[in-house]
């Protein structure tokens, strides 16, 4: 039976928006030897290269930016065109920003354009504000995802935004610090039909699965004989796929 190995990348081969590790790297670089792996982001090129370096060319394919984009070797196949802003979703941005409650200083660097999509951040990326200083990013994006989890407050922005632009957008909320906005159809779910047609069982390994998380789209298409294996840290895929080479007794089952 053919199988794809599908992974996320935030929150699943590497902490929200950090490099991936010694461990998890020597693991994902030995399954690729005997299995098809695939991984699948609303992340760019660009930040996937800082987070898993050469290992990007370890898959077969990867489908970034919510699979708008698709990338074989580090060379770039397909492309869909990058979202625009327009002045309704640009006021609807400023309003957010300027009624949050978030009671620590907004970093910047709010709004990116991907192909087929847009990332919004309340805290922002900061990159060019904070340049070279990763740490501080990363600290501010931790405060305001401690935050978050205590108010809800992506989660408010998702219901809104989706009540006010849902005929022409889908948002959800994204990795630590965001909420990803899609066209419609143009978010991760449209990744599942193409690797049907070449697989007959998916393995995915990811968080936010469930309704409303942005790996939902996805997950959801997946039935028997395809998998889900929910991820809590980076860690838990080495136990994954310890488990699925005891079941199967090989590490190639594809």
């Known amino acids: 039976m053919t199988t794809a190995f599908v992974f996320d990348l935030d929150g699943?081969?590497?902490?929200?928006?950090?490099?991936?590790?010694?461990?998890?790297?020597?693991?994902?670089?030995?399954?690729?030897?005997?299995?098809?792996?695939?991984?699948?982001?609303?992340?760019?090129?660009?930040?996937?290269?800082?987070?898993?370096?050469?290992?990007?060319?370890?898959?077969?394919?990867?489908?970034?930016?919510?699979?708008?984009?698709?990338?074989?070797?580090?060379?770039?196949?397909?492309?869909?065109?990058?979202?625009?802003?327009?002045?309704?979703?640009?006021?609807?941005?400023?309003?957010?920003?300027?009624?949050?409650?978030?009671?620590?200083?907004?970093?910047?660097?709010?709004?990116?354009?991907?192909?087929?999509?847009?990332?919004?951040?309340?805290?922002?990326?900061?990159?060019?504000?904070?340049?070279?200083?990763?740490?501080?990013?990363?600290?501010?994006?931790?405060?305001?995802?401690?935050?978050d989890k205590r108010k809800n407050e992506r989660q408010s922005l998702v219901s809104d935004f989706n009540r006010t632009f849902g005929k022409q957008y889908h948002a959800e909320v994204a990795g630590e610090t965001g909420i990803d906005i899609y066209e419609l159809n143009r978010d991760k779910g449209q990744v599942y039909s193409k690797l049907k047609k070449q697989y007959e069982r998916i393995f995915f390994f990811g968080k936010d699965t469930e309704k409303g998380g942005n790996n939902y789209s996805f997950a959801v298409q997946c039935e028997s004989p395809d998998r889900i294996y929910n991820v809590e840290k980076p860690t838990d895929i080495l136990d994954q796929l310890t488990q699925i080479r005891t079941e199967h007794g090989t590490v190639r089952i594809s």
């Open 12 to 147: 699943t081969l590497t902490e929200p928006r950090q490099r991936i590790v010694f461990r998890v790297a020597q693991a994902i670089q030995f399954w690729s030897y005997h299995n098809d792996l695939y991984l699948l982001s609303g992340s760019n090129m660009p930040k996937i290269k800082d987070q898993l370096f050469y290992l990007t060319r370890l898959f077969k394919g990867c489908y970034l930016c919510g699979g708008n984009e698709y990338w074989q070797n580090d060379n770039i196949v397909e492309k869909y065109p990058d979202s625009q802003i327009t002045t309704e979703l640009f006021d609807w941005f400023v309003d957010k920003l300027l009624t949050t409650r978030y009671p620590n200083q907004l970093m910047g660097n709010h709004i990116e354009c991907r192909s087929g999509m847009i990332n919004f951040s309340i805290v922002g990326r900061g990159e060019k504000k904070y340049e070279g200083d990763l740490e501080l990013r990363t600290e501010s994006r931790a405060w305001y995802s401690n935050w």
